[in-house]
């Protein structure tokens, strides 16, 4: 799923994704390769799992952003009416509403934050339940192809290796031999 949006005022308003262009079609898998790639951010962004997922962050990012809006809208309203009737008022009420505006910032601040740690907490757990549906699919896949290595094009990095070709364990046992 896309990266997660920023939280409350800070937030432009979500404009639509651009229609994506008509894939073309797939290049015939070269015979007897035996490494492969793959798109993950096409797949999250094609699949409806994916798509799924990042109306989930937009939907829970457009919530935070309204309550953010409706918290500044208060802040902004006390401030407004100290500005303008402060002088009037008598230094209990002044104090009161400094108090308040006070409050209702540090409030805010904290909203923030809150709203960014949600929005990362739920991209975070979408992203592993995304990748827990999609590894099995993209390890059966591999198979079927021969693959011995499947690299990820976003991150270059390896989402598959065939089990015989990973010196792992036979490296940590010479190394732990030569210490004997």
Sequence with gaps: PPAAPRPAAQQPPATPPAAPAALPAP??????AKTAFVNLQAIAAMTVDGKAAAAKVQALAQRKQTEGADKAKALQANQQKLQTS???????ARTQLEKEIERQQVEGQRFEQDAQSDLQELQQQL???FQAKLLPILEVLAKEKGIQVLFSTGDAGVIWIEPGIDLT???VTKMDGAKK
């Design 169 to 171: 364990m036979e490296a």
């Design 127 to 129: 992203q592993q339940e």
């Design 86 to 92: 402060g002088s009037v008022m008598s230094d209990a």
């Design 27 to 32: 290049a015939p898998f070269l015979a007897g």
